[in-house]
């Protein structure tokens, strides 16, 4: 059947799209993991605790869709990239859910009983829960940067020959430690614009400035390692963009300095580094001055274009291979068939817009800030 887009085209439009959904999960979801990671600092007492989680409270299970989203995308058009990252990162995958299990414990059963330490326990869960997921997703991304141990049999099926710590590196830790900074800094302007003006706002502005310029610190040394590091991969020869979805088809050398090719070749893509860096300074600056719109605004744009970077310097790798670089896993061999990844494409034309909507208008109707008054006369608040 002749379908109206060729295959490689499809590939490269869902890239696109995992692009999209992860950006979409950084900037919903993001902020509240960096308000349930900044709970037990911007708040001092109860009362204020309570506040901070009130501001993501209304929100906080519409934003996960995007998470869902992104691994159900991942399922459907890559599916070579999760048999071998779920499987692989199989332990870090359980610790990521253990703690997101806790977020709606924690919001559901806090209140429950006034014991302090009841309360103090369900704060602190809470910080896990934003915590620990915002640091295993920058390792993760750091392991695919720097290739991940596994390789494909001529069955393709895939082995992970790697230990559970060995996933923690310098490089990875590195990237983890930018995941975290930027989420908290999202986290931090996110309440600047929710939280009334009091002490939870004030410990906000004082965190988020320096979490924002502890962003640019990291993603400047993570640029250094790419480039000093050794890191990269490249295929050699020309690839088949359109050909049949085989991993061990392609010819992938570990290539060090390879990441920074693409910034070579193609100028434009330097905007998305460049738009990582001035985004976090826009979010200091914002923080700092109390322009709450800069502010998020900032912290947004760096978490796009702090994501964008790792895409962009990677294409058209997706997952490389550290010990079997031929096993990588690349856009044009180990996508979904020419009609399966059509009839998502039509899916999601449909679907997308309807959650984009959905969402802007949940925005709007709960617009608004969280007074510490308020606390006490709405009985609909955490």
């Given at each position: 059947?002749?379908?109206?887009i060729?295959?490689?085209?499809?590939?490269?439009?869902?890239?696109?799209?995992?692009?999209?959904?992860?950006i979409?999960?950084?900037?919903?979801?993001?902020?509240d993991?960096?308000?349930?990671?900044?709970?037990?600092?911007v708040?001092?007492?109860?009362?204020e605790?309570?506040?901070v989680?009130?501001?993501?409270?209304?929100?906080?299970e519409?934003?996960?869709?995007?998470?869902?989203?992104?691994?159900?995308?991942?399922?459907?058009a890559?599916?070579f990239?999760?048999?071998?990252?779920?499987?692989?990162?199989?332990?870090?995958?359980f610790?990521?859910?253990?703690?997101?299990i806790?977020?709606p414990?924690?919001?559901?059963?806090?209140?429950?009983r006034p014991?302090?330490?009841?309360?103090a326990?369900?704060?602190?869960?809470?910080f896990v829960?934003?915590?620990?997921?915002?640091?295993v997703?920058?390792?993760a991304?750091?392991?695919?940067?720097?290739?991940?141990?596994?390789?494909?049999?001529?069955?393709?099926?895939?082995?992970?020959?790697?230990?559970?710590?060995?996933?923690?590196?310098?490089f990875?830790?590195?990237c983890?430690?930018?995941?975290?900074?930027?989420?908290?800094?999202?986290?931090?302007a996110?309440?600047t614009?929710?939280?009334?003006h009091?002490?939870?706002?004030?410990?906000?502005r004082?965190?988020?400035s320096?979490?924002?310029?502890?962003?640019?610190?990291?993603?400047?040394?993570g640029f250094?390692?790419?480039?000093?590091?050794?890191?990269?991969?490249?295929?050699?020869g020309?690839?088949?963009?359109?050909?049949?979805?085989n991993?061990?088809?392609?010819?992938?050398?570990?290539?060090?300095?390879?990441w920074?090719?693409?910034?070579?070749?193609?100028?434009?893509m330097?905007?998305?580094?460049?738009?990582?860096?001035?985004?976090?300074?826009?979010?200091?600056?914002?923080?700092r001055?109390?322009?709450e719109p800069?502010?998020f605004?900032?912290?947004?744009l760096?978490?796009?274009?702090i994501?964008?970077?790792v895409?962009?310097?990677?294409?058209?790798?997706?997952l490389?291979?550290?010990?079997?670089?031929?096993?990588?896993?690349?856009?044009?061999n180990?996508?979904?068939?020419?009609?399966?990844?059509?009839?998502?494409?039509?899916v999601t034309a449909?679907?997308?817009?309807?959650?984009?909507a959905?969402?802007?208008?949940?925005?709007?109707?709960?617009?608004?800030?969280v007074?510490?008054g308020?606390?006490?006369?709405?009985?609909d608040?955490?």
């Amino acid at each position: 059947m002749d379908l109206p887009i060729d295959y490689a085209t499809l590939r490269v439009i869902w890239w696109g799209l995992m692009g999209v959904l992860l950006i979409g999960f950084a900037l919903t979801d993001g902020f509240d993991l960096g308000v349930a990671a900044l709970l037990p600092f911007v708040g001092r007492n109860d009362a204020e605790r309570r506040q901070v989680i009130n501001t993501i409270g209304p929100t906080w299970e519409g934003n996960q869709v995007w998470f869902i989203l992104g691994g159900g995308a991942i399922f459907a058009a890559w599916p070579f990239v999760y048999a071998v990252s779920f499987s692989g990162f199989y332990l870090a995958m359980f610790l990521v859910l253990s703690a997101l299990i806790l977020r709606p414990v924690g919001f559901k059963y806090r209140s429950k009983r006034p014991s302090r330490a009841w309360r103090a326990f369900w704060d602190w869960g809470l910080f896990v829960g934003g915590f620990v997921p915002a640091l295993v997703f920058g390792v993760a991304v750091g392991n695919v940067l720097q290739g991940v141990p596994f390789r494909l049999d001529g069955d393709l099926r895939s082995f992970y020959e790697g230990p559970f710590l060995g996933l923690f590196t310098p490089f990875t830790l590195v990237c983890g430690l930018l995941s975290v900074a930027m989420l908290l800094t999202h986290g931090a302007a996110w309440l600047t614009i929710k939280a009334d003006h009091g002490p939870v706002r004030d410990r906000a502005r004082t965190i988020g400035s320096v979490t924002a310029l502890a962003s640019v610190a990291l993603f400047a040394v993570g640029f250094a390692f790419v480039k000093f590091g050794g890191l990269g991969f490249r295929l050699e020869g020309a690839a088949d963009m359109a050909g049949p979805s085989n991993p061990l088809r392609s010819n992938t050398v570990a290539a060090a300095g390879a990441w920074l090719d693409n910034f070579a070749a193609y100028p434009w893509m330097i905007a998305a580094p460049a738009l990582g860096f001035l985004g976090a300074l826009a979010a200091f600056l914002g923080i700092r001055a109390g322009k709450e719109p800069l502010a998020f605004g900032g912290s947004s744009l760096a978490a796009v274009g702090i994501i964008s970077t790792v895409g962009l310097s990677m294409f058209p790798f997706i997952l490389p291979s550290s010990i079997d670089p031929k096993s990588s896993l690349t856009v044009w061999n180990a996508s979904s068939s020419h009609t399966t990844l059509f009839l998502m494409l039509i899916v999601t034309a449909i679907f997308l817009p309807i959650v984009l909507a959905y969402t802007a208008w949940v925005f709007k109707v709960l617009w608004g800030r969280v007074s510490l008054g308020e606390l006490r006369t709405n009985p609909d608040l955490y």
